[in-house]
């Protein structure tokens, strides 16, 4: 029987990293379920997963966190190797910039610029050994199309987006697919505040879409049909940025 491949995705006890969790599951992967300190959403997530067949490691730490992310891994990275990464992990702390503090600022590109450094280098090791692997990257439309009120989250994702592809040139001779996946609007504890009145007519398809259509395309990229795909930003929005 062929050895049943792992994924570890980040920020995965709600919202799309959960839907991206059940869905890789299904797949046949098992699961390194990474969260920051919701223990019993992330409880529901693994029996989820387990119930989809495959086995969960529940990995609670700040991707932020040098020490915490290297004292999580390190120990599972010597005899495992996930064969992909989904660095999903976020938070938005949204505010017009004139009124943006530094914290606000440096909280949300370390949770997404530095989270995504030290997951991503923690592992790379491993997948350059094996000369092979995914990467996958949640990012937004607003690292795209750029958001007012968003102008520390708009730069993490478009920060994201720029190590993406760069880091798709590095890894590509070892055979390491490195993509990111683009969610617009998508029904999550996220978006749930925004006015739909609003935002609802600036969406070609006239609605929200939901974490496992954002899932599906996660789901592909980590399957052997995206063999030939690497660098680029997979858009999952309703047409709102084309």
């Known amino acids: 029987m062929a050895e049943r491949r792992i994924a570890l995705v980040t920020g995965a006890s709600k919202g799309i990293g959960a839907a991206i969790a059940v869905a890789l599951a299904r797949d046949g992967f098992d699961l390194w379920l990474n969260y920051r300190s919701d223990h019993e959403a992330a409880k529901r997530v693994a029996s989820q997963v387990e119930a989809a067949g495959a086995a969960c490691r529940l990995l609670p730490f700040d991707v932020a966190d040098a020490a915490a992310v290297g004292g999580a891994l390190e120990p599972l990275l010597q005899t495992q190797t996930p064969y992909a990464v989904i660095n999903n992990a976020g938070v938005a702390k949204d505010v017009l910039m004139f009124w943006m ?38 990012v937004s439309t607003s690292g795209q199309a750029g958001m007012a009120g968003q102008v ?52 070609p398809l006239r609605r929200f879409g939901t974490g496992e259509e954002v899932a599906g395309v996660v789901s592909f990229l980590c399957s052997d049909r995206a063999s030939y795909i690497t660098g680029q930003v997979i858009a999952v929005n309703g047409g709102v940025y084309m």
Request: proline share 4%.
């Open 152 to 203: 520390n989250y708009s730069a993490a994702k478009a920060g994201l987006i720029g190590a993406t592809k760069a880091l798709a040139l590095e890894v590509a001779k070892r055979n390491i697919l490195v993509n990111a996946v683009s969610p617009g609007f998508i029904e999550t504890e996220m978006t749930k505040e925004l006015p739909r009145d609003q935002v609802l007519p600036t969406i």
């Open 101 to 138: 503090s530094p914290e606000e600022w440096r909280n949300v590109l370390a949770v997404h610029l530095d989270g995504f450094f030290l997951v991503t280098r923690a592992v790379l090791s491993n997948l350059l050994t094996k000369r092979c692997g995914r990467i996958v990257t949640i």
